[in-house]
């Protein structure tokens, strides 16, 4: 009896943790919507000359601009979006208009983590995204992608180097990109360095994996395979339908980023979709998709690779929704988290490793990750810590990290859920220009490696 009332429990959430997801969605693709039919209405019905004006001033704007000033790139996170996709709506909330010269790339929503890394790189540089022969034949998928007739910033190399800054598992593919720079990963480019990332910027970064990805259904044992009915079986369902259905003018709205998987019906088929549902083809049978790389076993395998460069400088936001109460970890506050996330936030701050499964690594303890913001575990955020922890420094005010030092990672703690500084700037108030203001004024005023910006009558010898 006491079994069967466990599953209905858990029937019940996966129930209500799905319509919260949906509707969630479906909110921000309407807002989309909305928000474009409002700016196609108000351009009907402006006066010419007034569009005259705007394009004179931002002619006048584009010519002012700093040639030498290193782009921003803003990278999203999971089921992210750049610009492009959801019309006018902005990921991070209209950030981007804080500075002059600032990058939004669209990646994949749901794509490995080693998937974007690569089409970042060639959404900078230009040319036909290459995912590697090896891995693409591993994988299951075409080897080339995306075709970009012109880079974003093809001047790219470590005299034009980038400050990145990521949120979520954004983070982390801009590590990946910077390994694969020092690799000298990308067919084409045998001058690669790490010294093309000038500096790396990390808001709720997913370092080592999240406990999140567990209870919503991968596999604590092995951190690849799902669970048979969990949230995430759902979404991969809900997936794969969409990219078979192909309705181009939905997928230009929004796309989960697998159409170097050939997913769409007149590539293959019923039965190719069959197949793909029953869990033999595609993204979800290769685990060439986001979910395994952020469960801790994931990261690890991740991080083995990854290096901190000593010429680049490194910052970290770790948010954290979460208090202690009589010794018990629970959701800080009812109105401050997000709706969407509030169940999460107290899963994860109770939820233990199973006993009869052997733990992700050694010294695991739970409490150590019961700290979150609802999609990830705090002390996955600070900075790269497994296998091996990387240089690090607590910041607890900016005078901390003053000046900054180049290979260690300078972090601090934010009040705050996952989702708190995207999508809607309302929700984060005035600390959402405080977040993003001092991490544009770190990019322009404290990080240069070749040359010191010459301010006015002042002469470098």
């Not at 910041?395 to 009040?415: L, N, R």
């Not at 959402?432 to 301010?455: G, N």
């Given at each position: 009896?006491?079994?069967?009332?466990?599953s209905y429990?858990?029937l019940?959430?996966?129930?209500?943790?799905?319509?919260v997801?949906l509707?969630?969605?479906f909110?921000?693709?309407s807002?989309?919507?909305?928000g474009?039919?409002?700016?196609?209405?108000?351009?009907?019905?402006?006066?010419p000359?007034?569009?005259v004006?705007?394009?004179?001033?931002?002619?006048?704007?584009?010519e002012n601009?700093?040639d030498?000033?290193p782009?921003?790139v803003?990278?999203?996170?999971?089921?992210g979006?750049?610009?492009?996709?959801l019309g006018?709506?902005?990921?991070?909330?209209g950030?981007?208009?804080?500075?002059?010269?600032?990058l939004?790339p669209?990646?994949?929503?749901?794509?490995?983590?080693?998937d974007r890394?690569?089409?970042?790189?060639?959404?900078?540089?230009?040319?036909?995204?290459?995912y590697?022969?090896?891995?693409?034949?591993?994988?299951?998928?075409?080897?080339?992608?995306?075709i970009y007739?012109?880079?974003?910033?093809?001047e790219?190399?470590?005299?034009?180097?980038?400050?990145?800054?990521?949120?979520?598992?954004?983070?982390?593919?801009v590590?990946?990109?910077?390994?694969m720079?020092?690799?000298?990963?990308?067919?084409?480019?045998?001058?690669?360095?790490?010294?093309?990332?000038?500096?790396?910027?990390?808001?709720?970064?997913?370092?080592?994996?999240t406990?999140?990805?567990?209870?919503?259904?991968?596999?604590?044992?092995?951190?690849?395979?799902?669970?048979?009915i969990?949230?995430?079986?759902?979404?991969r369902?809900?997936?794969?339908?969409?990219?078979?259905?192909?309705?181009?003018?939905?997928?230009?709205?929004?796309?989960?980023?697998?159409?170097?998987?050939?997913?769409?019906?007149?590539?293959?088929g019923?039965?190719?979709?069959?197949?793909?549902?029953?869990?033999?083809?595609?993204?979800?049978?290769?685990?060439?998709?986001?979910?395994?790389?952020?469960?801790?076993?994931?990261?690890?395998?991740?991080?083995?690779?990854?290096?901190t460069?000593?010429?680049?400088?490194?910052?970290?936001?770790?948010?954290?929704?979460?208090?202690?109460?009589?010794?018990?970890?629970?959701?800080?506050?009812?109105?401050?988290i997000h709706?969407?996330?509030?169940?999460r936030?107290?899963?994860?701050?109770?939820?233990?490793?199973?006993?009869?499964v052997?733990?992700?690594?050694?010294?695991?303890?739970?409490?150590d990750?019961q700290?979150?913001d609802?999609?990830l575990?705090?002390?996955?955020?600070t900075?790269?810590r497994?296998?091996?922890?990387?240089p690090?420094?607590f910041?607890?005010k900016?005078?901390?990290?003053?000046p900054?030092?180049?290979?260690i990672w300078?972090?601090?703690?934010?009040?705050?859920?996952?989702?708190?500084f995207?999508?809607?700037?309302e929700?984060?108030?005035?600390q959402?220009d405080?977040?993003y203001?001092?991490?544009?004024?770190?990019?322009r005023?404290h990080?240069?490696?070749?040359?010191?910006?010459?301010?006015?009558?002042?002469?470098?010898?």
């Amino acid at each position: 009896m006491l079994r069967l009332w466990v599953s209905y429990l858990q029937l019940v959430e996966l129930f209500v943790s799905s319509l919260v997801h949906l509707l969630y969605g479906f909110y921000i693709f309407s807002s989309a919507v909305a928000g474009d039919l409002s700016m196609v209405l108000n351009e009907y019905f402006q006066k010419p000359n007034m569009n005259v004006v705007e394009d004179k001033e931002k002619l006048i704007l584009d010519e002012n601009l700093d040639d030498d000033l290193p782009p921003i790139v803003l990278v999203h996170g999971i089921f992210g979006f750049g610009k492009g996709r959801l019309g006018g709506l902005s990921y991070f909330a209209g950030a981007e208009k804080k500075d002059e010269r600032v990058l939004v790339p669209d990646l994949g929503s749901l794509t490995s983590i080693y998937d974007r890394a690569r089409e970042l790189f060639y959404y900078l540089k230009g040319g036909q995204v290459d995912y590697g022969e090896e891995h693409s034949k591993e994988c299951g998928h075409s080897q080339f992608g995306r075709i970009y007739e012109q880079g974003h910033y093809p001047e790219w190399d470590e005299d034009h180097p980038i400050h990145f800054v990521g949120h979520s598992a954004g983070a982390q593919v801009v590590r990946v990109l910077q390994q694969m720079l020092a690799d000298k990963a990308f067919k084409g480019y045998e001058n690669t360095s790490e010294n093309w990332v000038l500096s790396i910027t990390s808001l709720s970064g997913a370092f080592n994996g999240t406990t999140r990805t567990y209870i919503d259904g991968m596999q604590p044992e092995d951190g690849k395979t799902l669970k048979p009915i969990c949230l995430l079986q759902l979404c991969r369902i809900g997936v794969i339908l969409y990219d078979w259905l192909d309705i181009s003018w939905l997928k230009n709205y929004y796309n989960f980023g697998f159409d170097h998987y050939n997913m769409s019906w007149r590539k293959m088929g019923i039965w190719g979709l069959v197949d793909c549902l029953m869990g033999n083809a595609g993204p979800f049978a290769s685990e060439d998709w986001i979910l395994p790389d952020l469960t801790i076993q994931g990261s690890i395998k991740i991080n083995y690779h990854l290096h901190t460069f000593p010429n680049t400088y490194y910052f970290s936001y770790a948010t954290k929704q979460t208090r202690k109460i009589m010794g018990v970890t629970a959701p800080s506050s009812i109105l401050g988290i997000h709706p969407m996330l509030f169940i999460r936030v107290l899963q994860m701050s109770q939820w233990t490793h199973p006993s009869d499964v052997s733990p992700p690594y050694k010294g695991y303890r739970d409490e150590d990750w019961q700290d979150n913001d609802g999609a990830l575990n705090t002390i996955s955020m600070t900075h790269p810590r497994l296998p091996i922890e990387h240089p690090n420094h607590f910041v607890e005010k900016e005078s901390d990290c003053q000046p900054m030092q180049p290979g260690i990672w300078y972090y601090k703690y934010v009040e705050g859920d996952h989702i708190l500084f995207i999508v809607n700037r309302e929700r984060a108030g005035v600390q959402f220009d405080l977040i993003y203001d001092s991490i544009f004024e770190r990019c322009r005023k404290h990080v240069f490696r070749k040359k010191l910006p010459t301010m006015p009558n002042e002469i470098h010898h």
